[in-house]
């Protein structure tokens, strides 16, 4: 009998050691070396500092830049942990409200919302949560919508403004998967860097 386990068990040993831990470490320094960025979380840098990454959207209120897509993450209050409190982007949790369409609630919350944007036909992603209360993008068509209210805030042309946006505006994958995206946080510090005398990232 044992001179069937022996096999057996050193079949499972060896294959426990290349796909549980030798495949995995490999896979991990080729992803490293193939994409360098993607693997270390996409960060982005700013005078030898993190100040975020491409896949996780910031809290973006400041009038001068634009705001990404809502987000409705809750938190421990840290005055009182028996309550929650809205983290939007908090890049420790990820979620939704899971509000049903029906919701008082999230009826008065997109409501609240849409007298930001001054406009009809404001863009969903404008008004409504992503799944993960994370989401870094945001469409061209909310972008447009907020067009003049920044260029006011910044003493800029409305065109310049919107060439900004034109210029940031990632298209379809392969022009077919997913639909026009800007990232929030690239566009925000292109404007910066073209309005001189900018605090850079100065969000409230």
């Given at each position: 009998?044992?001179?069937?386990?022996r096999?057996?068990?050193?079949?499972i040993g060896?294959?426990?050691?290349?796909t549980?831990?030798?495949?995995?470490?490999?896979?991990?320094?080729?992803g490293?070396?193939?994409?360098?960025?993607?693997?270390?979380?996409?960060?982005?840098?700013?005078?030898?500092?993190?100040?975020?990454?491409?896949?996780?959207?910031q809290?973006?209120?400041?009038?001068?830049?634009?705001?990404?897509?809502?987000?409705?993450?809750?938190?421990?209050?840290?005055?009182?942990?028996s309550?929650?409190?809205?983290?939007?982007?908090?890049?420790?949790?990820?979620?939704?409200?899971?509000?049903?369409?029906?919701?008082?609630?999230?009826?008065?919350?997109?409501?609240?919302?849409?007298?930001?944007?001054?406009?009809?036909?404001?863009?969903?992603?404008?008004?409504?949560?992503?799944?993960?209360?994370l989401?870094?993008?945001?469409?061209p068509?909310?972008?447009?919508?907020?067009?003049?209210?920044?260029?006011?805030?910044?003493?800029?042309?409305?065109?310049?403004?919107?060439?900004?946006?034109?210029?940031?505006?990632e298209?379809?994958?392969?022009?077919?998967l997913g639909?026009p995206?800007?990232?929030v946080?690239?566009?925000?510090?292109?404007?910066d860097?073209?309005?001189?005398?900018?605090?850079?990232?100065?969000?409230?």
């Amino acid at each position: 009998m044992l001179s069937h386990l022996r096999p057996a068990i050193a079949t499972i040993g060896l294959f426990t050691l290349l796909t549980g831990a030798a495949l995995p470490v490999l896979f991990v320094q080729a992803g490293a070396i193939a994409f360098p960025s993607q693997s270390g979380g996409s960060l982005i840098m700013q005078n030898g500092h993190v100040i975020g990454s491409s896949l996780i959207g910031q809290n973006f209120t400041a009038p001068k830049y634009f705001h990404g897509r809502p987000s409705a993450l809750m938190g421990a209050d840290p005055k009182d942990a028996s309550k929650q409190i809205p983290t939007p982007y908090d890049a420790g949790e990820s979620g939704a409200s899971n509000l049903a369409p029906t919701s008082k609630a999230l009826l008065d919350r997109v409501t609240a919302a849409i007298p930001k944007y001054d406009a009809d036909n404001v863009p969903a992603d404008a008004v409504t949560t992503s799944a993960s209360g994370l989401d870094p993008d945001i469409t061209p068509q909310n972008a447009a919508r907020q067009i003049p209210r920044v260029a006011a805030a910044r003493g800029l042309s409305t065109d310049a403004v919107h060439a900004l946006v034109a210029s940031h505006t990632e298209p379809r994958f392969l022009g077919l998967l997913g639909a026009p995206r800007i990232n929030v946080l690239a566009l925000n510090l292109a404007l910066d860097a073209a309005t001189p005398g900018t605090t850079p990232l100065a969000r409230n």
